[in-house]
């Protein structure tokens, strides 16, 4: 007796759309419809968001096409960027204005604007979404916010150093560190006491700054240096343990997404370092024209999305053939750029 085994599937293929079965049977349909292929595509690709910091405004990218496809006005100086913990919203930080724009990370569309955040240069949830923390940078200082899931109240505001830069929540949520560029200092402070537990005097003008997923080591990019400091923070004072040397100006970094790699942007180099944080080496490097600076990474890891500042575009590096494969118009002084089709954040 013969047994029939049928299998049911649909795979794309140019413009057309094959069902069929494993028994010699073969139905495909052929739909002619690019427009719609392209729609359903472009609708299901989240935006990439690039901040131009000089323009008061963020550029819509749209990854399929790789146009702009809408600028949106913010307030002045939006230099960083972060998702909601509930991830219905984008917060864009607008330093000059005192301000936070709210945007869908999927559509673009604003949603609100909250004022009365004194200048917002940097922000950053803590992992169990009950802090919200800015960085000052013009205004000496750091704030510590209450987040209820909407609403944002000021808890503390904390002196520091000279022109806090970036901010790291360790994964406990009990301890943020932020870098002062001018005073070339790492500060710590105990976020539910909101008081400074120390300081650690690093290289010149010490800027973004990255936690190894252990919580013992912390990564300072030295934009005044030619490469990344290493802390030891296992214990009641941080120690420094290394300079990775990575290119001039180090500034931005982004996790690999493997728990093992963080890339970190070197701006006067114009050159990516991708770092081994488990080993502290450089593992390999990638050109990224105009003053490379902050970037998002594609799911699969494969493409660095980073803002060349000086170009006023927004450049997309394959890592396997470490080329710039394309570049695209944004405007002045392009700084945060975000995604929420990423690789992971570790």
Known sequence: MHQRFEFFGIFWKWNCVNFFVIDHHLVRRCLLLPGLLAGALAQAAAPIFVLNSLDASVSVIDPVSWTETRRISTGKEPHHLYLTPDEKSLIIANALSDSLTFVDPKTAAVQRTVTGIIDPYQLRFSPDMKWFVTAANRLNHVDVYRWDGSSLTLVKRIATGKTPSHLWIDSTSRTIY????????????????????????????????????????????????????????????????????????????????????????????NTISKIDYLSMTVVDSYPAPSGPDDMDLSPDGRFIYVASRWAKKLSVIDTQSRTVVRQIPVGKSPHGVWTLDHAPRQ
């Not at 006491?193 to 997923?213: E, H, I, M, N, Y």
């Not at 290493?230 to 990575?246: F, P, W």
């Open 178 to 269: 932020s870098t002062m560029q001018d005073s070339d200092e790492l500060v710590a402070i105990d976020i539910n006491s909101q008081t400074l537990k120390w300081r650690q005097p690093t290289g010149s003008l010490p800027a973004d700054v990255f936690g190894t997923p252990d919580n013992k080591f912390l990564l300072i990019g030295l934009t005044g240096g030619d490469g990344v400091e290493v802390y030891d923070i296992s214990g009641s004072q941080a120690k420094k343990v290394k300079l990775i040397k990575t290119g001039k100006g180090a500034h931005s970094f982004r996790a690999a997404g493997d728990k093992r790699h963080v890339f970190v942007s070197n701006r006067v180099a």
